[in-house]
């Protein structure tokens, strides 16, 4: 099976080298991509489900299989120590969650400022079940004028499945549902914490 590719409009990162060696610890694992990235400079991410601390690993491993860029926000605890580097240098942007801040607005601005942005969320914000995703990822993605590209860790296929790009109408109860239906029937790491 051909490896999935980036378009030339996608911010990327690494070399041949980190791809295939990516792309050879993914085969090694037994996993794989399916779908592709739409080729564009600007887009929101969602990863779902996300109900493990591997879930991490296996989005590591299609970073560096894809060879693309991605800016993701996490709790700062995960920045602290040794691991602090190295998050930032994958993309990390820490987020201090016991301060109240308008990030929306400020992620926005972010995406108005770039020529070439890639954000990716965890739209449930932990990895505890939820009924209800958060939905700040919708309101930067409406508010930067950019789509919001589905992409489900499916681990019962050992596959990393790439939906079509979805732009936001305004209508979020609708619009969520929509992109909700692009997880269904997919298996999480710990199954019993996610609500499709």
Known sequence: MRAAELGPNVPGRGNAFSRWLGRSAYRFAGWRIVGELPNLP?????????????????????????????QFLGKDSAFRGPMGPIMRWLGG????????????????AAFNARDRLVLGVAPEGTRKRVAKWKTGFYHVALGAGVPIVPVA?????????MGDPFYPTGNVEDDIAKLRQNFAGVTARRPENFAA
């Open 93 to 108: 942007i820490a987020v201090d969650r016991s301060v109240s801040k308008d990030r929306v607005s400020a992620t926005v």
């Open 153 to 161: 860790f499916d681990y019962r296929r050992k596959a990393v499945v």
């Open 42 to 70: 600007k887009f929101v991410v969602i990863v779902a489900p996300h109900t493990s601390n591997w879930d991490f690993f296996v989005g590591v491993g299609a970073l560096f299989s894809l060879g693309i860029r991605i």
